[in-house]
């Protein structure tokens, strides 16, 4: 996957999120097999538990880019993919995050926030009912020269979905680019496409509209 350096962006994962929007009502999770929506999520430290698990991975990159005087500038390149756990109404948690270099690239220069000990700081994630229905999510990331423990950036970005039906998946659409709300427009922005990827372990999931 390509993207346009020329736009403006940047993307930097982060750790504190306003997700709900008050144009965006509420969308509701539950399991495909049985309609059961998913129970609730339980954070204790930096687990997490309950509700219903998703796989998510990358399609492709995952370009970071920073905006600068001289122009965006691209500073990270990676694919990513993602662990989480979501309840009834489409809140939780990614709490598995791992990016690794793309093979057409050179570098991938973040990593997620962690404590010194090297647990990872869960991220918290939203569903929003459109139009368009979004993905808000709290992305935290640290460079991967600095040690364990260091203070990280924060990225908050809404991430337009859509559904596939039977088996359910859900797709989010980054490639146009994101910025990172909760920094000045042009800061940062992140370029990317992910989609879950239901399994054994992961059970399709259903997305329904709220009222």
Known sequence: MRFAYSLVAVIVF????????????????????SGVPCFDVRLSG?????????????????LLVAGTGSGP??????EEYFEAHIDGRSEGYIDVATMTAHA??????RTPCDEANGVDKPWRIHGNEGPPGTMS????????????????TTCIVNIPWTQVAHPHVQSFNGESGLPCVNHPPGALTVYGHWHTLPDSDHPPIEWSHGP
């Open 104 to 109: 057409s690239g050179t570098f991938c220069t």
């Open 14 to 33: 982060g750790v504190l999120l306003t997700f709900a929007s008050t144009a965006n009502a509420q969308v509701f999770s539950s399991d495909e097999a």
């Open 137 to 152: 999510i709290e992305f935290c990331w640290r460079n991967v020269l600095t040690p364990q423990g260091s203070m990280g």
């Open 73 to 78: 500038i691209p500073i990270s390149d990676c």
């Open 46 to 62: 930096h687990s997490v538990t309950g509700g219903c698990p998703i796989y998510l991975v990358s399609e492709g990159e995952t």
